[in-house]
């Protein structure tokens, strides 16, 4: 018996392989998370330098999601292979560098955990086929997109987009949903969100969201079909709010102090690309339409 069908007939084992997965994507992404909004400003620093006639600056170290190694932020000290085993390298090191004894943030083994969690039930829910591997890539996506837009209010074009034309392709084979509703649900989830940015910017003067929260729409739109927008939209709102006012309260910052939307469409997206049709149906029921 291969692997391959040994997963597919063991579904324990099939889960228990995605926790681990996730668990090593997680640390992969703590790294995106980190140098990938980097990467992006020194791309823009050279492309103003150019557009300006300004010199070159000279070239630096690598720096990319390869290199350099990862180091402690606070002596420098290199991350060795055994250092960076995902939660188990901070629990043995009990959360401190090796070196300098400084805390390393909890956001990493909680990112590392959470992917891991998060592979594990795509895996139980899906089973061994091609919708599990590819609700993978796009929960990994999301995440990362979230955390980077949480840290710098910023969603990547080179995380959306190609999880957006994935979306496309896959539905042509009609894996979720079919190449109609995948194609309406892209130009519904960009024009919406497009709408109420100009209208909220004709009546107010100020920008109420940015042009990712639109492609990131459209993206959760290709992947689902349009039938999974309304309820996207109507839980990314509801969340965003409630969550938006306990951070302003314990930041005890001003209401105008602009907060990321990309994580709650994020969210919300994949809540209606799992349960969907039983929330709806659900609402429906108790609302007496059905």
Excluded at 64 to 82: A, D, F, M, R, Y
Excluded at 109 to 124: D, F, K, N, Q, T
Excluded at 140 to 149: F, K, N, R, T
């Amino acid at each position: 018996m291969s692997l391959l069908d040994f997963l597919a007939s063991h579904v324990l084992a099939f889960v228990l392989c995605a926790l681990l997965l996730g668990l090593l994507i997680g640390s992969f992404l703590n790294v995106v998370i980190h140098r990938l909004p980097k990467m992006m400003q020194r791309d823009w620093q050279t492309q103003a330098r150019e557009i300006l006639e300004l010199p070159a600056e000279p070239a630096g170290q690598t720096f990319n999601l390869i290199l350099p190694n990862s180091q402690c932020p606070h002596c420098g000290h290199e991350i060795k292979p055994w250092e960076n085993i995902p939660v188990v390298s901070y629990l043995a090191l009990r959360g401190k560098c090796s070196n300098c004894k400084a805390p390393i943030s909890k956001r990493y083994p909680m990112v590392e955990l959470a992917c891991g969690l998060l592979s594990a039930y795509i895996a139980w829910h899906f089973g061994f086929n091609w919708q599990a591997g590819t609700m993978l890539l796009l929960t990994w996506g999301l995440l990362a997109m979230s955390l980077i837009d949480a840290d710098h209010q910023l969603l990547p074009d080179v995380l959306v987009l190609p999880l957006l034309w994935l979306g496309l392709i896959l539905s042509y084979f009609g894996l979720f949903t079919s190449l109609e509703n995948a194609l309406w649900g892209a130009i519904a989830g960009y024009l919406s969100l497009w709408s109420v940015y100009w209208l909220f910017k004709l009546v107010t003067g100020k920008e109420g969201m940015g042009y990712g929260d639109f492609k990131l729409l459209a993206m959760l739109g290709a992947w689902g079909g349009w039938q999974i927008l309304p309820l996207t939209i109507l839980l990314s709102s509801l969340v965003g709010a409630v969550f938006g006012v306990i951070m302003l309260r314990l930041r005890n910052a001003e209401t105008s102090t602009p907060i990321p939307f990309g994580p709650y469409l994020a969210i919300a997206g994949w809540i209606a690309l799992l349960w969907g049709d039983q929330i709806t149906g659900t609402y429906l029921q108790f609302a007496g339409f059905k």
